[in-house]
C-alpha cells in the first residue's frame, strides 16, 4: 500500500495550491472508496497536527479551525486520489503536508490513521 501526495511548491502569500495523493497497492487500491482519507501537516519544530478528513463517499468533510474557509479537501474513487485545494495561503501555512488513512478512532488524531504517504512540501512566503 503507497500513498504518493504531490503538488506541494513555493508560493506567495495569499496564493493557491492543489495537493494530490494518489492511493495504490493490491489491498487497498481495490478499496480506496471504503476509507475515510485524511490531510495532516507537519511544520519544522512542530507536531504533525490534523487538516482535513473526508468521508469514503466524500459526503462528510472535516477542518482544521485554522484552515476552515480556505481549504477544501475532495475526492475521486475512480483516481483513487484525494485532494487538498488550498487557496488563501498564509506563511503560517508552511510545512510538510501528508494524506493518511483511517484504521480507527478520532478522525482529527493522528494516531487514528495508517498508511502515511511521503509528505510533499509547501512553502508560502510573506
Known amino acids: 500500500v503507497q500513498l504518493q501526495a504531490s503538488g506541494g511548491g513555493l508560493v506567495q502569500a495569499g496564493g493557491s495550491l492543489r495537493l494530490s495523493c494518489a492511493a495504490s497497492?493490491?489491498?487497498?487500491?481495490?478499496?480506496?472508496?471504503?476509507?475515510?482519507m485524511g490531510w495532516f501537516r507537519q511544520a519544522p519544530g512542530k507536531e504533525r497536527e490534523f487538516v482535513a478528513h473526508?468521508?469514503?463517499?466524500?459526503?462528510?468533510?472535516y477542518y482544521a479551525d485554522s484552515v476552515k474557509g480556505r481549504f477544501t479537501i475532495s475526492r475521486d474513487n475512480a483516481k483513487n486520489t484525494v485532494y487538498l485545494q488550498m487557496n488563501s495561503l498564509k506563511p503560517e501555512d508552511t510545512a510538510v503536508y501528508y494524506c493518511?488513512?483511517?484504521?480507527?478512532?478520532?478522525?482529527?488524531?493522528?494516531?487514528?490513521?495508517?498508511?502515511w504517504g511521503q509528505g510533499t512540501l509547501v512553502t508560502v512566503s510573506s
Open positions: 473526508i468521508a469514503w463517499n466524500g459526503g462528510s468533510t
Open positions: 497497492g493490491s489491498a487497498f487500491g481495490f478499496t480506496f472508496s471504503s476509507y475515510n
Open positions: 493518511a488513512k483511517i484504521k480507527s478512532g478520532p478522525y482529527f488524531y493522528k494516531s487514528s490513521y495508517e498508511y
